[in-house]
């Protein structure tokens, strides 16, 4: 767990015994909510008899949990976030590798109800039952309404830890049966203490482009040269996972021409060349058009004409 995070758990410790069925741990992304939310199943199910020591890495329940095995722990996750299959286990045990189609990014419903067999099974250490949801609102409708009749009549001894980073997009049903834990942007100092240690060069200016979220200002900079590019001079890409980060770097960089041309500090460092004042409100639109067209860049288009099409729509020729 990141060490911005550590009040938040030290805060649970003192009531494991006393908390909800359902925690919303919601915040920006890149902050360590899924790190901080798997701390806190781990300490649900730590068997310590001590409970100032929860959790004690030591027991039986938190080897277990280390090593991903843990018989009263579940997690639903897209299949685009779970761990590739091992080929050569696969290989050792007969079986040829199938060809798979593109992993899905959405929690589906098959999913959740795997997930309703295991809650309705009694525990299998006498202990508590944890299912982690991570990221929530990537459930689509089926999954959701599925989870919410879980959440809605609870199983006894069941704990549902939901991790968001767009609570929005979750129902409101599902927000309502759910007692929220706000995880914060870490202060500056801490953020940019963290990422020296992980020994990330131009620590400052790749925080500032994550908009202080430490986690992806560490992904940004291992894609260091991809976005420079793209802010440089944004061209039409053919890739689906190069197309979420120009369409991010376009609104990031209409942003700052937005503030700047306003008269207020360019928030995210992009280098964006100045605009006159009077075309401020323009950029922030187009920004905002951004804003509303980015989630598209999930779905199944044409990756080449989209960016083509979030380039075109610019309020000012900027490329090269």
């Known amino acids: 767990m990141h060490p911005w995070n550590e009040p938040l758990l030290e805060s649970l410790k003192h009531r494991a015994g006393r908390l909800p069925h359902a925690l919303l741990v919601h915040g920006a992304q890149g902050v360590g909510k899924r790190a901080l939310a798997e701390k806190i199943?781990?300490?649900l199910l730590?068997?310590?008899?001590?409970?100032?020591?929860?959790?004690?890495?030591?027991?039986?329940?938190c080897r277990w949990y280390a090593g991903g095995n843990h018989p009263d722990f579940r997690r639903l996750e897209p299949e685009a976030l779970a761990p590739p299959p091992d080929a050569a286990a696969a290989e050792e045990e007969g079986e040829a590798p199938a060809r798979r189609s593109k992993p899905s990014l959405e929690i589906k419903i098959d999913q959740v109800r795997e997930l309703a067999d295991f809650l309705n099974i009694g525990s299998h250490?006498?202990?508590?039952?944890?299912a982690l949801v991570h990221p929530a609102e990537e459930m689509n409708v089926n999954a959701a309404n599925a989870l919410l009749k879980a959440l809605e009549e609870p199983p006894a001894?069941?704990?549902?830890?939901?991790?968001?980073?767009?609570?929005?997009?979750?129902?409101?049903?599902?927000?309502?049966?759910?007692?929220?834990?706000?995880?914060?942007?870490?202060?500056?100092?801490?953020?940019?203490?963290?990422?020296?240690?992980?020994?990330?060069?131009?620590?400052?200016?790749?925080l500032a482009y994550a908009g202080g979220a430490p986690l992806r200002a560490l992904d940004y900079a291992g894609k260091a040269a991809v976005i420079e590019r793209m802010l440089r001079a944004p061209a039409a890409v053919e890739d689906r996972d190069d197309l979420e980060l120009l369409a991010?770097?376009?609104?990031?960089?209409?942003?700052?021409?937005?503030?700047a041309a306003l008269?207020?500090?360019?928030?995210?460092?992009?280098?964006?060349?100045?605009v006159p004042r009077a075309r401020g409100n323009a950029w922030l639109a187009y920004a905002r058009q951004l804003g509303k067209d980015r989630p598209l860049c999930r779905h199944p288009l044409n990756p080449k004409l989209f960016s083509a099409y979030l380039i075109a729509a610019m309020p000012d020729e900027v490329t090269s």
Not at 46 to 61: F, H, Q, S, T
Not at 265 to 274: D, M, Q
């Open 41 to 43: 199943a781990q300490l």
């Open 46 to 61: 730590c068997e310590a008899k001590d409970a100032a020591r929860r959790p004690c890495g030591a027991c039986d329940g």
């Open 125 to 130: 250490r006498g202990g508590l039952r944890v």
């Open 157 to 206: 001894g069941a704990v549902f830890l939901l991790v968001s980073h767009r609570p929005a997009r979750l129902l409101p049903t599902i927000r309502s049966r759910c007692v929220a834990l706000p995880v914060a942007i870490p202060p500056r100092e801490a953020a940019l203490r963290w990422l020296s240690g992980q020994g990330m060069p131009d620590a400052e200016r790749w």
């Open 248 to 259: 991010e770097a376009l609104q990031k960089s209409a942003l700052d021409r937005a503030f």
């Open 263 to 274: 008269g207020a500090e360019a928030k995210y460092r992009t280098g964006a060349s100045p």
